[in-house]
């Protein structure tokens, strides 16, 4: 596997994981177009931070190496990684070199 | 994807005040935020007095043109570690659940511009969200009481039996010292000034409680009527705030103590004084919550106790109306931005937070 399937592996590891703790209705897709972006994903706040810790940690186990998602930049103007899982794999391969 | 899709973020101001107490509403009917006045005082005078330039504390997240969201903060300074620090007490926090996860984007930004945030009386779905954003120290604070009237105090618990009469019965309050006085005072002067830079250094984390402060949140409050005055002992003097509570449906009043302001060892003579002054008042009880070891030691020493939680000493916390909420204690709980930590700063007995601080001391809609 390359390493753009790992991250993408440990996000939707991630995904299952909190979609064990929600309603039917209110769980993520498995998909590089499923929407993370608080108010147009299904995630409440406590979902999206659930995410987030769980996908640091994923790439920890993965990768043996820290990264943190929770920044100043998470939510910028341009779109920040929480867009799409895409973006966010995108940005995790950016920290990761 | 379309950004304006994902939502903008905006301070609360004149021009959207009514949308956001509309918005309000749909959590929390006839609220205090309704009074104007009130909620001029508690978010904008706030901030203009902890220097807050950039913003005051108070977000709406919009999103297709409507608030989804709203996070609220009164801006505070802080004093840290020798520092004044200006951060905020975040009181409110709701969002649409058609739009959910626009609360987190609020939280955020809170947390992005204040280096302190501190939370009382949190409910266990924002510790979840806030532990996770950065780290919090979470904790319980003490709650003193100590009885003027042991049947109208009683009257106040939910229990009768007669191990509950007997401990409310208990007295250990001293007749006030030879040399000590109480004046009530309507304003805070240069010694409290003095007073207060001196202890703040005592404490690790504390809300500034300088002049300015205290005359802002007793003096000049738009709905409560708080009492303050100077307690004089031979040894220095101490500074006492506490309002009257009328407990609806019952004739009994109780006092919420909200200031104990004084060194320790000066306190434990000072507070026998305030309890002569009240005794005459006709009222059940006085409370206190504080968070820091060496005021709330002193005030044990003084007389007052640390309420007991178990079943039989079930004195009501909340008054208006009459509730018997099972947290006897107070939750509260700081975050500091990670470049100020330091392992000091966990002990949390080393702060000093009231009751009186943040919004806890509140009016509820039946008294506005």
Known sequence: ?97 | MNMSDSGTIISISDDNYSEAVQFLDRFKSNNVWRNNQFFDWQYNSSAVLAGSDEDNGTFLFIQDGHIAAISMAVKTRFHFKGKLIVGAWHTEWFSKKTVPGTGFRLIWEQLRRNPILCTSGQSLYAANVLLRMRKHVWFEAERLFVVFNAKAALDLTFSSEDQTKAFLQLQGIPRPEMGTDLELIDQFDDQYEDLWIRLRDRFVLSTDRSASYMRWRYLDHPIFEYQCCRCRTRNGQVFFVWRVEQVPETPHRVIRICEAIGEPEILVVAFPVLYDYLSDGGYAFADFFCSNASVNGALVAAGMRPVITMHGLDLARLFSPLSDDPRKRLNYSYSLQPSLEDPACFQYSNTCFTKGDTNQDIPNPFST
């Open chain 1, 1 to 97: 596997m390359t390493r753009a399937n790992d991250i993408l592996a440990a996000i939707f590891d991630a995904i299952d994981e909190v979609n064990q703790q929600l309603p039917e209705d209110q769980r993520l897709g498995k998909s590089g177009e499923a929407l993370l972006t608080p108010g147009l994903s299904k995630l409440d706040s406590l979902g999206f931070i659930n995410l987030v810790v769980t996908v640091e940690q994923n790439i920890q186990q993965s990768f043996d190496k820290t990264i943190t998602l929770t920044n100043d930049e998470m939510f910028s103007e341009s779109g920040g990684p929480f867009g799409t899982v895409q973006t966010l794999a995108d940005h995790i391969a950016l920290l990761l070199d």
